[in-house]
């Protein structure tokens, strides 16, 4: 069975970083695209950032673009997502899943993704 463990998230000012891990066990890591989503208060998901599992391609939300960055460790079973100059609209619970499918570019949509983690909570606030 597909597990995911995120951690990294917290409370941190505006123009920021955090970096945020997403440990996976029960499954060979590159396998699978991985992708990073998140959820505001009352907001639906969002994705993030994904990277896929074929050539390591990697595709960004407009609004991360520049800002974040995800890359896989497969001798850890981690990715991660590095997160620069965050601003208060950044602000969430940031999860991390594995795509449905094996050895397929990734994509952004959360309705091609299961195996979600608990999610890590990102604060960005002075």
Not at 94 to 113: H, I, M, N
Request: glycine residues 10%; proline residues 3%; contains cysteine.
């Amino acid at each position: 069975q597909l597990q995911f463990v995120e951690s990294g998230g917290g409370l941190v000012q505006p123009g920021g970083s955090l970096r945020l891990s997403c440990a996976a066990s029960g499954f060979t890591l590159d396998y699978y695209a991985i992708g990073w989503f998140r959820q505001a208060p009352g907001k639906e998901h969002e994705g993030v950032s994904c990277i896929s599992s074929l050539d390591d391609s990697t595709y960004y939300a407009d609004s991360v673009k520049g800002r974040f960055t995800i890359s896989r460790d497969n001798a850890k079973n981690t990715v991660y997502l590095q997160m620069n100059s965050l601003k208060p609209e950044d602000t969430a619970v940031y999860y991390c899943a594995a795509d449905r499918v094996q050895f397929r570019l990734c994509v952004l949509s959360p309705y091609e993704y299961d195996s979600w983690g608990q999610g890590t909570q990102v604060t960005v606030s002075s």
